[in-house]
Nanobody
Framework: QVQLEESGGGLVQPGGSLRLSCTAP??????YGWFRQAPGKEREFVAT????????DYADDVKGRFTISRDNAQNAAILQMNSLKPEDTAVYYC???????????????????WGRGTQVTVSS
């Protein structure tokens, strides 16, 4: 059973920054994705990275503000979130997979393993 561990959520003022981390102790995966779900809304794609090539992809509304990267020392996928807005408020989920096709990287159902989520609240 794979257990993904997320950390770094919290409360931040608009314009602030947060850094989310996703680890799977003792393992790395080919693809790491971040998704989010706000109250009353469907889960949506945020960003993804291919571990080996560092290819990345972002949802349009976070492009230029969020950066997904890998931390080799900690075997962690990092989501650096800057210039946060109230509409970024959601539970953020880390997801991983080893077999997905790059063209389907934005589809939540293509990821096999999920974390429990970490709350991000952007409010003054």
């Amino acid at each position: 059973q794979v257990q993904l561990e997320e950390s770094g959520g919290g409360l931040v003022q608009p314009g602030g920054s947060l850094r989310l981390s996703c680890t799977a102790p003792g393992r790395t995966f080919t693809y790491y994705g971040w998704f989010r779900q706000a109250p009353g809304k469907e889960r949506e794609f945020v960003a993804t990275i291919k571990w080996s090539s560092r290819h990345t992809d972002y949802a349009d509304d976070v492009k230029g503000r969020f950066t997904i990267s890998r931390d080799n020392a900690q075997n962690a996928a990092i989501l650096q979130m800057n210039s946060l807005k109230p509409e970024d408020t959601a539970v953020y989920y880390c997801a991983t997979d080893n077999r997905l096709i790059w063209s389907s990287r934005r589809m939540a159902e293509q990821y096999d393993y999920w974390g429990r989520g970490t709350q991000v609240t952007v409010s003054s």
